[in-house]
Every structure is written in C-alpha cells, then in structure tokens.
C-alpha cells in the first residue's frame, strides 16, 4: 500500500508530465494556425488543420481539466500530511525564528537579482534555426501585439507589459562597469518604441509601430501569453520565433507563473522577451538585457542593443558577444 509521501510525488510527476504535455499541445495548436493561415492566402479555399487544430484543442481542455483535479489531489493529501508536521515542529520553529530574529539579518536571495529565459527559432516544419531574422514590415504598418491574460493578472501589470513595448521614456545611468566603457554614463530606454525611434533607415524596416490588442484566439503577429503555469526547466519566460527563410512570421511569448511577479519583473522579462521577438539573439555580456540571465536591476535597453538591432536589420547577423565593448 502507497504511504501519502508516495501519493504526492506520483501526482506532482503525473503534474509535470500534463504541464508539458500541455505546453507542447499549445505550441502545436500555434503553428498549425501560422501554417494554415498561410495556406489560406496561398489557395483561397478551406485550410485542412482546421480539424486538427480542432481535435487539439479538445486535447488542450482534456489536459487543463485534468492538471486542475491533480493540483486538488495534491492539496488534499498534502493538508493532512502538513497538519500533522506542524504540530510536531511548530514549537521548534517559534525557537529558531527567534534565535534569527535576536542574532541575523536576512540578505535579500541573490536568486532573485536574475531571471532565466531562453528563446528558439523554427521554420514551418518544426526545424530549429541558427541565423539572424527579422520582420519584412512595408512602411509603417504597425505590428500587431496580442496579450493574452491567461493568468488573470492585474491592469497594473498589463500595464507595465504595454511600457516594456510602447514607452519612449529614457533612464541615465552609470556604464562605466557595465560595458567597460570610459564614458561614465549612458542613456537607457524603457520600451521597444522609443529605442526603435532613434535608428537609421536600414534595409528591411524595423518595427517602430506597435498596436496593442487583447485576444485569446491567437491573433497578432506577436503574441504574449501569461501564464500561471510553472516552468519544469526553472525558466521565467520564453520566446518561440516562426520563421521563413529569413524572415519572422510570427513570434510566441510566454511568462510563466506571471501571477507571482511584479510589475518590474514582468516588464523586465517582456522587454527581455520582446528584443527576441524583434530579431535579437542573446549577448555574452550578463549585465546586458539580452543576456539569457536578466539582470532584474538593469533590464533597460541600452544603445548597443539598438546598433545591433541596426545590423540585424541590414542583413548583418550581430556577433555572440555584441554590447562587450573594451
């Protein structure tokens, strides 16, 4: 017979594998959209993954379903088991808090100065990319950016998604030690938009446009998904890039457990996440925002990113170590 220690990490196991399971359906759900609304422009007639995309999406409410009765299965052993440890080790714990309250003071994580992320680039038949992409806009045509509020955040927090991509607003802060430069201080932006706004004309046309939308169909060139699911890996978002040839079709952002984070992190991550969705690969320079590990305390978008963001655009992939100037 199971003990309820055994219970509970089969079901946190059988958690993981339905969170997966469900990540990857998702994921499929979104490039079978990309493929058939591609198809449909092609032909102009009915696109067949519509009765696929049908049949995962029943697979998707199947597995979200199930993943809720796990999670109550879980708390409900776990209540018991915690109930009864508690009582033993509460007076314990009253002792050891006092003895920290009375002798330390508790430094902040040095986890939490950092967040992980990472990125991917496939084409339409699911083969991961290694080359430098971007958007083919004419003119000024707006790129449409989608919020998906799965996890039921707060305006504040959509908020503070929308300033990471719209906002012209500029810090000054001290480079010297960020990117070995002799200069003392340089200017940083806090959204995409107002970066954008000081390039130069290049080759393909850089996104400088933004239209905010809030959808849960999947609409948008760029769509962002908050998710109140818990990455297995540890990461804190991600940014899944479809491509053809060398040109972005459509690009997935996810923040996982985006009900738990600030509003700075979540802005952080989003202008993170955003510069991927753009084109940029990750810099060597982990002081930089787009290192794969965001340094949370300077997450601005300096002017080195903005120059390689210039090359990316004039078909001159940016080197690994981009924003390391000596």
């Known amino acids: 017979m199971q003990t309820k220690e055994e219970s509970i990490k089969q079901l946190r196991n059988k958690l993981v594998y339905l969170t997966n399971e469900l990540s990857r359906t998702t994921e499929y759900i979104q490039l ?4 058939d609304d591609l198809k449909s422009r092609r032909d102009s007639v ?16 199947t597995i979200s379903h199930e993943i809720i009765l796990v999670k109550k299965r879980i708390q409900k052993l776990s209540a018991k088991t915690i109930l009864k440890i508690e009582l033993l080790i509460l007076p314990v714990v009253i002792v050891l808090l006092f003895f920290v309250a009375t002798n330390y003071v508790i430094q902040p994580s040095e986890t939490d100065s950092s967040i992980k992320t990472r990125y991917m680039t496939e084409n339409l038949q699911g083969s991961t990319m290694d080359d430098y992409k971007y958007w083919n806009m004419i003119g000024e045509t707006p790129l449409v950016v989608n919020i998906e509020n799965n996890a039921g955040v707060s305006t504040q927090n959509i908020q503070a998604v929308k300033n990471a991509i719209t906002s012209t607003e ?20 806090m959204g995409w938009q107002g970066a954008i706004q000081t390039t130069s004309n290049t080759k393909h046309h850089i ?11 999947g609409d948008g060139q760029i769509v962002i998904t908050l998710s109140t699911i818990k990455d297995s890996e540890g990461y804190s978002g991600v940014t899944r890039i479809i491509v053809d040839g060398n040109q972005i079709l459509k690009a997935f952002i996810t923040i996982y457990d985006a009900d738990k984070l600030t509003d700075t992190q979540i802005e952080s991550i989003v202008r993170h996440e955003f510069g991927h969705a753009l084109g940029l690969p990750y810099t060597s320079n982990a002081s ?3 290192h794969d590990s965001i340094p949370v305390d300077h997450s601005y978008i300096s002017t080195c990113d903005i120059d390689a963001l210039q090359k990316l655009y004039n078909n001159v992939k940016p080197s690994d170590d981009f924003c390391n100037n000596e």
């Open 32 to 35: 079978l959209e990309i493929q």
């Open 46 to 61: 009915d696109s067949e993954p519509e009765h696929e995309i049908s049949e995962l999406l029943q697979k998707q409410n």
């Open 170 to 189: 500029t810090i000054t802060e001290d480079s010297s030690q960020l990117y070995h430069s002799d200069s003392g201080t340089s200017k940083y932006f």
């Open 207 to 217: 996104p400088e446009k933004f239209s905010i939308i809030q959808s849960p169909n």
């Open 288 to 290: 930089d925002l787009m």
